[in-house]
């Protein structure tokens, strides 16, 4: 697998996994998580891969996003 592969399949999966976390953290569908992820900031940073934030957990990518749903929710 090289870089760019590595890339691609660690940002899906970090996706994946915070599909999840919305959805049992704030009973979404997974077309309201999905349109929410793909519409944040955070995914904006996650896809911009020379900062490298595709490198860390997802559980940790996911509280940057969950900071962002809560304000966007209030």
């Known amino acids: 697998m090289d870089r760019i592969q590595l890339q691609n399949f660690l940002i899906a999966y970090t996706i994946d996994r915070m599909t999840e976390f ?5 009973d979404l569908s997974i077309t309201a998580a ?3 992820i793909y519409n944040s900031e955070t995914y904006e ?3 911009q ?3 490298s934030l ?10 940057l996003l969950s900071k962002e749903y ?3 929710v209030v």
Do not use: G, H
Request: aromatic fraction near 18%; hydrophobic fraction near 25%.
């Open 34 to 36: 999905l349109q929410f």
């Open 54 to 63: 595709y490198e860390q957990s997802p559980s940790y990518v996911y509280e």
């Open 49 to 51: 891969t020379e900062n």
């Open 70 to 72: 809560r304000k966007a």
């Open 22 to 26: 919305l959805i049992e953290d704030y």
């Open 45 to 47: 940073k996650l896809s």
